[in-house]
């Protein structure tokens, strides 16, 4: 529902009509996406129309892109810090530790 509404306003009964599923049970997902804040709708007469917060996807989409940054970052410091510990030995310092596990 979400990816047709995605390419614009559509009323509950196109949103059903490639669905094998009861107007009913569409409109039962309609309010969910409603108190999810992803969908909203309208009634005009008898026709209810759906779609999308536009704004909240936009938001949402910042959101990704800005901890997928963080994380591209902290993975830099990561292998950054890991090829300077192999450019020094790599193990150095551990050869106690491997002696102890070896008991």
Do not use: I, Y
């Not at 196109?14 to 039962?28: G, K, R, Y």
């Not at 309609?30 to 709708?41: D, F, K, M, Q, T």
């Not at 917060?53 to 989409?61: S, V």
Request: glycine content about 6%; some cysteine; proline content about 2%.
């Amino acid at each position: 529902m979400v990816e047709r509404l995605s390419a614009g306003d559509l009323s509950v009964s196109e949103l059903a009509e490639p669905l094998t599923m009861s107007l009913p049970a569409v409109l039962q997902h309609v309010r969910v996406l409603e108190a999810s804040g992803l969908v909203h709708s309208r009634k005009t007469g008898r026709v209810r129309t759906c779609s999308l917060d536009r704004a909240l996807f936009t938001r949402a989409e910042s959101w990704f892109l800005q901890r997928r940054t963080e994380w591209n970052d902290r993975l830099d410091r990561l292998g950054e810090h890991l090829a300077r510990d192999d450019d020094h030995g790599g193990r150095e310092g551990h050869e106690h530790d491997d002696k102890e596990n070896r008991r």
